[in-house]
Protein backbone atom coordinates (compact mmCIF):
# COMPACT_ATOMS: atom_id res chain seq x y z
CA UNK A 1 0.00 0.00 0.00
CA UNK A 2 1.30 3.48 -1.03
CA UNK A 3 0.78 6.19 1.12
CA UNK A 4 0.54 10.02 1.21
CA UNK A 5 1.84 12.81 2.44
CA UNK A 6 -0.50 12.94 5.25
CA UNK A 7 0.25 9.50 5.89
CA UNK A 8 3.83 9.55 6.00
CA UNK A 9 3.57 12.97 8.09
CA UNK A 10 1.81 10.77 10.74
CA UNK A 11 3.98 8.03 10.93
CA UNK A 12 7.32 10.28 11.46
CA UNK A 13 4.85 12.36 14.14
CA UNK A 14 4.39 8.53 15.72
CA UNK A 15 8.38 7.91 15.24
CA UNK A 16 9.29 11.04 16.75
CA UNK A 17 6.97 10.74 19.80
CA UNK A 18 7.96 6.99 20.55
CA UNK A 19 11.72 8.31 20.88
CA UNK A 20 10.43 10.47 23.89
CA UNK A 21 7.29 8.43 25.09
CA UNK A 22 7.11 5.20 26.28
CA UNK A 23 3.75 5.06 24.77
CA UNK A 24 2.10 6.77 21.94
CA UNK A 25 -1.58 7.68 21.72
CA UNK A 26 -4.06 9.44 19.71
CA UNK A 27 -3.91 11.78 21.95
CA UNK A 28 -0.62 12.94 21.62
CA UNK A 29 -0.75 12.81 18.00
CA UNK A 30 -3.45 15.15 18.43
CA UNK A 31 -1.21 17.52 20.41
CA UNK A 32 1.65 16.96 18.37
CA UNK A 33 0.18 17.78 14.97
CA UNK A 34 -2.39 20.44 16.09
CA UNK A 35 -5.20 17.88 14.59
CA UNK A 36 -8.58 17.37 16.07
CA UNK A 37 -9.14 13.41 17.28
CA UNK A 38 -11.52 12.47 14.40
CA UNK A 39 -8.95 13.86 11.79
CA UNK A 40 -6.30 11.78 14.03
CA UNK A 41 -8.82 8.91 14.20
CA UNK A 42 -9.22 8.26 10.83
CA UNK A 43 -5.83 8.46 10.15
CA UNK A 44 -5.10 5.66 12.27
CA UNK A 45 -7.77 3.62 11.19
CA UNK A 46 -6.21 4.09 8.11
CA UNK A 47 -2.12 3.28 8.93
CA UNK A 48 -3.16 0.42 10.73
CA UNK A 49 -5.68 -1.17 7.47
CA UNK A 50 -2.40 -0.62 5.84
CA UNK A 51 -0.16 -2.56 8.08
CA UNK A 52 1.95 0.68 9.08
CA UNK A 53 1.39 0.77 13.01
CA UNK A 54 -0.59 -1.74 15.69
CA UNK A 55 -2.83 -0.27 18.24
CA UNK A 56 -3.23 -2.70 21.54
CA UNK A 57 -6.30 -2.27 23.89
CA UNK A 58 -5.15 0.21 25.96
CA UNK A 59 -5.03 2.99 22.91
CA UNK A 60 -0.98 2.67 22.76
CA UNK A 61 -0.02 3.04 18.93
CA UNK A 62 3.55 1.07 17.89
CA UNK A 63 5.16 1.26 14.23
CA UNK A 64 5.24 -1.88 12.70
CA UNK A 65 8.66 -2.61 10.31
CA UNK A 66 6.79 -1.51 7.61
CA UNK A 67 5.92 1.94 9.28
CA UNK A 68 9.14 2.36 11.04
CA UNK A 69 10.95 1.66 8.41
CA UNK A 70 8.77 4.30 6.11
CA UNK A 71 9.12 6.79 9.49
CA UNK A 72 12.80 6.60 9.61
CA UNK A 73 13.05 7.39 5.51
CA UNK A 74 11.00 10.60 5.96
CA UNK A 75 12.47 11.77 9.36
CA UNK A 76 15.69 11.33 7.88
CA UNK A 77 14.92 13.30 5.04
CA UNK A 78 13.60 15.83 6.73
CA UNK A 79 16.52 16.26 9.33
CA UNK A 80 19.32 16.08 5.84
CA UNK A 81 17.41 18.56 3.67
CA UNK A 82 16.63 20.96 7.10
CA UNK A 83 20.26 20.86 7.96
CA UNK A 84 21.39 21.42 3.74
CA UNK A 85 19.43 24.50 4.02
CA UNK A 86 20.54 25.92 7.99
CA UNK A 87 24.15 25.54 5.81
CA UNK A 88 22.73 27.38 2.58
CA UNK A 89 22.01 30.29 5.12
CA UNK A 90 18.40 30.03 5.61
CA UNK A 91 16.55 30.89 8.85
CA UNK A 92 16.19 27.10 10.77
CA UNK A 93 11.98 27.83 10.93
CA UNK A 94 11.98 28.18 7.19
CA UNK A 95 14.56 25.56 6.75
CA UNK A 96 12.47 22.75 8.75
CA UNK A 97 9.19 24.38 7.02
CA UNK A 98 10.68 23.39 3.15
CA UNK A 99 12.07 20.11 4.40
CA UNK A 100 8.58 19.37 5.65
CA UNK A 101 7.20 20.11 2.50
CA UNK A 102 10.54 18.05 0.04
CA UNK A 103 10.90 15.33 2.25
CA UNK A 104 7.72 13.83 0.63
CA UNK A 105 8.63 14.54 -2.71
CA UNK A 106 11.76 14.65 -3.70
CA UNK A 107 13.06 11.15 -5.30
CA UNK A 108 15.86 8.70 -3.83
CA UNK A 109 18.54 9.63 -6.52
CA UNK A 110 18.45 13.28 -5.83
CA UNK A 111 18.10 12.99 -1.99
CA UNK A 112 21.18 10.46 -2.13
CA UNK A 113 23.05 12.78 -4.12
CA UNK A 114 22.00 15.38 -1.88
CA UNK A 115 22.90 12.88 1.65
CA UNK A 116 26.65 13.03 -0.16
CA UNK A 117 27.11 16.45 -1.48
CA UNK A 118 26.14 18.24 2.18
CA UNK A 119 29.72 16.41 3.17
CA UNK A 120 31.08 17.85 -0.19
CA UNK A 121 34.04 20.57 0.16
CA UNK A 122 32.93 23.42 -0.77
CA UNK A 123 34.87 25.44 -3.80
CA UNK A 124 36.52 28.63 -3.62
CA UNK A 125 37.67 31.11 -6.37
CA UNK A 126 34.58 29.80 -8.70
CA UNK A 127 32.67 33.53 -10.46
CA UNK A 128 29.15 33.52 -10.31
Known sequence: MNIQESGEMYLETIYIL??????????????E????????????????????????GGGHITLTELGSERAEKTYERHRVLSEVFMRL???????????CKIE?????????????????????????
Open 104 to 128: HVISDETFEAIKKCRSCPRETGAAD
Open 33 to 56: MGYSKPSVSRAVGILKNGGYIEVD
Open 18 to 31: SQKKKAVRAVDICE
Open 89 to 99: GVDEKTATEDA
